[in-house]
């Protein structure tokens, strides 16, 4: 079992947790991911890693809610475990294995969207550890679901939080941030962009504009996370890659995105299910004789 | 039961297809005391026993055999066990036909002793009755890692445990196996009843099991040979990685590699309904292949509700499939598209599958692996519809440990290079076998792999004193 040495909730339906890996939490890197296993018949969630305590031998992962399995991790508690967790996964961002003076020299946007602000975290900090203050925009759908803005805004260079229904700070899609701060004057020789697949497509759409390279980080349906399976396969350019061992992070002008987020649309309808039969029991399982649910 | 002269062998019973085509219950029900004890008898006892130098790990058949005929089971296990770890497993799914069974002198005028039915019989009866492997062995304080729990790595810490190693298997993955856990069926080969207390008759021997360790990623092997203290490693990572044809649309919603597809039935159990992880439930399946993977997919697609094509681009003679799986599949109604190869996974708007464009192929001359050639047949395109698509065209070895390991040489397919008699690597104190060696290959073969890198890693120990 891999201990819960913390949780918080930061807001109704987006959870923290210290986890202890202890060999996860040993080589991980900004931009590697993890999969969790709840029990014994839980499924393989793939999660970013938010932060890591090599000393503590802990990982932290920030999850959202979305289905039944989301919900049920929600309920576990501190002092209660995972059956299952592995990694690190996927290659560490380029920014940390670049050559750091190069890195220096780079003037960097980071574009975070809702959850995606957890993986987002990392990277602007190491680079602040590292003598390199980065822009960040966060955006989220509401100011409840802004996250992180005390640990973001310690360790970012410029923090910008936006929120779609104008809740808190600036108002509209991170988008919009974009392209403000560049009519602004700022210049940017690289974005980082991570959030919902389809912000990460807006983004890109952005910044070509402005000729800005983009990194994405990608979230696609994996099962093994070690390149077994191809679930998580992508068009890059002309080329297939798989996000567990490619990436997660690709050149975001050449992902197929349109693609993407239809493969993410597989499950959809069992997901739903699954998630109806935990928050109401087991009444969809037919009778109606219309959704074929007993069949 | 069996013939007065000897020349047929006793018949095994197997689920009716049309009942088994429904469930995933074991498809062979076994031999009864009764039946394996006459087939038993069938065995000449030669004096020069050619089935065991057609065991790639050199069971002592006649042992066993005999043994069983003389009702001492027991016995017969032990003399099983000498060789093997995995008996239960080998006489499920070793290619007996090709193997020991080929070689037996029975077969030259009738049928060749059942002697995977038999290795089946008694393993599965040691089970049931509690009896364990014997260890007589005292630790000798030296330390090795074992590189993935598949049949490679079990069978090479078995045999280390055996000679008192103190042995640590790493596996990737959350449960023991390897491919015996995610690969093969449970209609094949159940998980509960056969791989797991086979996996636990090696952990008895002392041997330890680290799962969710990713070796590359987690620690490389570098790390675990300077700062865990481990003085050999074993690397039995097998051959994880999916190919695919390079054909368009073959990213459409609907489209699986076998490796995806019989993972999520197999290790992650989405035919249960208790399971939170979903899985594909088309109408219409095509499985493109004619491995014995290909036929898992097909028979577990039929199991969970399609109708299920194989499509292959040679003919029956050529199914690269064991004969029993093929007959299995038709049996339960699995169709044969033969001399038939996809060029393209047709769509709809929505990017789901709604098809496959194939072209049908003729034989020409024999390729380098000494099958003949498949050709396409000009103007013989034609659209086969389909639901889904599970590309079983075979795996390659993981790259991750090759590329993470230094001074570790591989070839030009990824495969580790490693020397056949012990296994030994171009690195020091590292060896490998199995499908991560021979890219994919069967179960006993990898067996047969980890037990030489076992006698391999023990010379090399005792070398360095």
Same mark, same amino acid.
């Given at each position: 079992?891999?201990?819960?040495?913390?949780?918080?909730?930061?807001?109704?339906?987006?959870?923290?947790?210290?986890?202890?890996?202890?060999?996860?939490?040993?080589?991980?890197?900004?931009?590697?991911?993890?999969?969790?296993?709840?029990?014994?018949?839980?499924?393989?969630?793939?999660?970013?890693?938010?932060?890591?305590?090599?000393?503590?031998?802990?990982?932290?992962?920030?999850?959202?809610?979305?289905?039944?399995?989301?919900?049920?991790?929600?309920?576990?508690?501190?002092?209660?475990?995972?059956?299952?967790?592995?990694?690190?996964?996927?290659?560490?961002?380029?920014?940390?294995?670049?050559?750091?003076?190069?890195?220096?020299?780079?003037?960097?946007?980071?574009?975070?969207?809702?959850?995606?602000?957890?993986?987002?975290?990392?990277?602007?900090?190491?680079?602040?550890?590292?003598?390199?203050?980065?822009?960040?925009?966060? %955006?989220?759908? @509401? /100011?409840?679901?802004?996250? *992180?803005?005390? =640990?973001?805004? #310690?360790?970012?260079?410029?923090?910008? $939080?936006?929120?779609?229904?104008?809740?808190?700070?600036?108002? %509209?899609?991170? @988008? /919009?941030?974009?392209?403000? *701060?560049?009519? =602004?004057?700022? #210049?940017?020789?690289?974005?980082?962009? $991570?959030?919902?697949?389809?912000?990460?497509?807006?983004?890109?759409?952005?910044?070509? /504009?402005?000729?800005?390279?983009?990194?994405?980080?990608?979230?696609?349906?994996?099962?093994?996370?070690?390149?077994?399976?191809?679930?998580?396969?992508?068009?890059?350019?002309?080329?297939?890659?798989?996000?567990?061992?490619?990436?997660?992070?690709?050149?975001?002008?050449?992902?197929?995105?349109?693609?993407?987020?239809?493969?993410?649309?597989?499950?959809?309808?069992?997901?739903?299910?699954?998630?109806?039969?935990?928050?109401?029991?087991?009444?969809?399982?037919?009778?109606?004789?219309?959704?074929?649910?007993?069949? | 039961?069996?013939?007065?002269?000897?020349?047929?062998?006793?018949?095994?019973?197997?689920?009716?297809?049309?009942?088994?085509?429904?469930?995933?219950?074991?498809?062979?029900?076994?031999?009864?005391?009764?039946?394996?004890?006459?087939?038993?008898?069938?065995?000449?006892?030669?004096?020069?026993?050619?089935?065991?130098?057609?065991?790639?790990?050199?069971?002592?058949?006649?042992?066993?055999?005999?043994?069983?005929?003389?009702?001492?089971?027991?016995?017969?296990?032990?003399?099983?066990?000498?060789?093997?770890?995995?008996?239960?497993?080998?006489?499920?799914?070793?290619?007996?036909?090709?193997?020991?069974?080929?070689?037996?002198?029975?077969?030259?005028?009738?049928?060749?002793?059942?002697?995977?039915?038999?290795?089946?019989?008694?393993?599965?009866?040691?089970?049931?009755?509690?009896?364990?492997?014997?260890?007589?062995?005292?630790?000798?304080?030296?330390?090795?890692?074992?590189?993935?729990?598949?049949?490679?790595?079990?069978?090479?810490?078995?045999?280390?445990?055996?000679?008192?190693?103190?042995?640590?298997?790493?596996?990737?993955?959350?449960?023991?196996?390897?491919?015996?856990?995610?690969?093969?069926?449970?209609?094949?080969?159940?998980?509960?009843?056969?791989?797991?207390?086979?996996?636990?008759?090696?952990?008895?021997?002392?041997?330890?099991?680290?799962?969710?360790?990713?070796?590359?990623?987690?620690?490389?092997?570098?790390?675990?040979?300077?700062?865990?203290?481990?003085?050999?490693?074993?690397?039995?990572?097998?051959?994880?990685?999916?190919?695919?044809?390079?054909?368009?649309?073959?990213?459409?919603?609907?489209?699986?590699?076998?490796?995806?597809?019989?993972?999520?039935?197999?290790?992650?159990?989405?035919?249960?309904?208790?399971?939170?992880?979903?899985?594909?439930?088309?109408?219409?399946?095509?499985?493109?292949?004619?491995?014995?993977?290909?036929?898992?997919?097909?028979?577990?697609?039929?199991?969970?509700?399609?109708?299920?094509?194989?499509?292959?681009?040679?003919?029956?003679?050529?199914?690269?499939?064991?004969?029993?799986?093929?007959?299995?599949?038709?049996?339960?109604?699995?169709?044969?598209?033969?001399?038939?190869?996809?060029?393209?996974?047709?769509?709809?708007?929505?990017?789901?599958?709604?098809?496959?464009?194939?072209?049908?192929?003729?034989?020409?001359?024999?390729?380098?692996?000494?099958?003949?050639?498949?050709?396409?047949?000009?103007?013989?395109?034609?659209?086969?519809?389909?639901?889904?698509?599970?590309?079983?065209?075979?795996?390659?070895?993981?790259?991750?440990?090759?590329?993470?390991?230094?001074?570790?040489?591989?070839?030009?397919?990824?495969?580790?290079?490693?020397?056949?008699?012990?296994?030994?690597?171009?690195?020091?104190?590292?060896?490998?076998?199995?499908?991560?060696?021979?890219?994919?290959?069967?179960?006993?073969?990898?067996?047969?792999?980890?037990?030489?890198?076992?006698?391999?890693?023990?010379?090399?120990?005792?070398?360095?004193?």
């Amino acid at each position: 079992m891999y201990l819960i040495k913390k949780k918080k909730v930061l807001c109704p339906s987006i959870f923290l947790m210290d986890v202890e890996a202890p060999r996860v939490a040993q080589y991980c890197e900004p931009g590697q991911f993890l999969i969790v296993r709840i029990d014994e018949n839980g499924e393989r969630i793939p999660l970013t890693i938010c932060d890591y305590d090599r000393e503590a031998g802990t990982i932290t992962i920030v999850v959202q809610t979305i289905g039944a399995s989301t919900k049920r991790m929600m309920d576990l508690k501190e002092g209660q475990g995972f059956h299952d967790v592995v990694g690190p996964l996927g290659k560490p961002s380029e920014l940390i294995t670049d050559d750091i003076e190069e890195v220096k020299n780079k003037k960097i946007l980071f574009v975070a969207g809702g959850l995606g602000t957890a993986p987002v975290y990392p990277q602007v900090k190491w680079l602040h550890e590292h003598g390199i203050d980065a822009d960040v925009i966060v %955006g989220a759908k @509401t /100011k409840e679901l802004v996250i *992180l803005e005390d =640990e973001m805004s #310690k360790v970012a260079g410029n923090l910008y $939080i936006t929120t779609d229904d104008g809740s808190y700070g600036r108002s %509209g899609m991170v @988008t /919009k941030v974009i392209e403000d *701060l560049v009519a =602004e004057g700022k #210049k940017y020789d690289l974005c980082v962009a $991570i959030g919902p697949m389809i912000m990460m497509k807006f983004c890109v759409l952005t910044t070509k /504009k402005f000729d800005i390279p983009t990194i994405v980080s990608m979230n696609p349906i994996m099962v093994d996370g070690t390149g077994m399976c191809g679930a998580c396969r992508l068009t890059v350019g002309d080329e297939v890659k798989f996000a567990c061992i490619d990436g997660p992070e690709f050149d975001g002008y050449k992902v197929n995105f349109d693609e993407a987020m239809g493969r993410m649309r597989l499950y959809k309808t069992q997901e739903g299910e699954a998630l109806l039969a935990l928050e109401e029991g087991k009444t969809h399982h037919g009778g109606c004789g219309n959704c074929g649910g007993d069949k | 039961m069996a013939d007065a002269n000897g020349f047929v062998r006793v018949p095994i019973s197997e689920q009716e297809p049309l009942v088994r085509a429904k469930n995933f219950d074991e498809v062979c029900l076994g031999y009864t005391e009764e039946e394996a004890v006459v087939e038993a008898a069938r065995c000449l006892n030669c004096k020069n026993p050619r089935c065991v130098s057609g065991c790639p790990v050199n069971i002592n058949i006649p042992g066993f055999v005999t043994a069983l005929k003389d009702k001492d089971f027991k016995k017969s296990y032990e003399i099983l066990t000498e060789s093997s770890s995995l008996p239960a497993v080998c006489g499920r799914v070793c290619p007996q036909e090709t193997q020991c069974e080929a070689q037996c002198i029975r077969g030259i005028k009738g049928d060749a002793v059942s002697i995977g039915k038999l290795e089946r019989y008694v393993a599965d009866r040691a089970r049931e009755e509690g009896t364990k492997m014997k260890v007589d062995c005292a630790p000798n304080g030296h330390k090795v890692a074992v590189i993935g729990s598949g049949p490679a790595g079990l069978t090479c810490a078995g045999d280390l445990a055996k000679l008192g190693y103190e042995v640590t298997i790493f596996e990737a993955l959350h449960e023991a196996g390897g491919v015996l856990t995610y690969g093969i069926p449970e209609f094949r080969l159940p998980k509960e009843k056969v791989v797991a207390p086979e996996v636990e008759n090696v952990k008895a021997l002392g041997v330890k099991i680290e799962t969710n360790v990713v070796i590359g990623k987690s620690v490389t092997i570098d790390e675990l040979m300077e700062n865990e203290g481990f003085e050999a490693v074993f690397i039995g990572s097998g051959a994880g990685l999916p190919m695919f044809m390079k054909i368009p649309g073959e990213n459409a919603k609907g489209v699986f590699s076998a490796n995806e597809y019989l993972t999520r039935n197999n290790l992650m159990k989405a035919f249960k309904s208790d399971s939170d992880t979903p899985i594909f439930r088309p109408s219409k399946v095509a499985v493109v292949g004619g491995g014995n993977v290909a036929m898992d997919a097909a028979r577990t697609a039929l199991r969970l509700g399609a109708e299920v094509s194989i499509v292959y681009r040679r003919s029956e003679a050529e199914l690269p499939a064991r004969a029993e799986e093929v007959e299995h599949a038709k049996e339960e109604g699995i169709k044969f598209e033969l001399l038939t190869n996809p060029v393209e996974i047709l769509t709809d708007d929505d990017n789901n599958v709604t098809g496959m464009k194939c072209v049908r192929m003729e034989l020409g001359e024999p390729d380098a692996s000494g099958r003949r050639r498949p050709v396409a047949i000009e103007g013989s395109e034609f659209d086969l519809p389909t639901d889904a698509v599970i590309m079983a065209l075979g795996t390659s070895p993981n790259p991750l440990i090759a590329s993470t390991t230094k001074g570790l040489e591989t070839n030009k397919w990824k495969c580790i290079v490693a020397d056949e008699e012990f296994g030994k690597t171009s690195k020091d104190g590292v060896f490998a076998g199995g499908d991560a060696v021979t890219g994919a290959a069967t179960v006993i073969l990898a067996m047969g792999a980890g037990k030489a890198a076992a006698k391999g890693i023990d010379e090399y120990i005792k070398s360095k004193g």
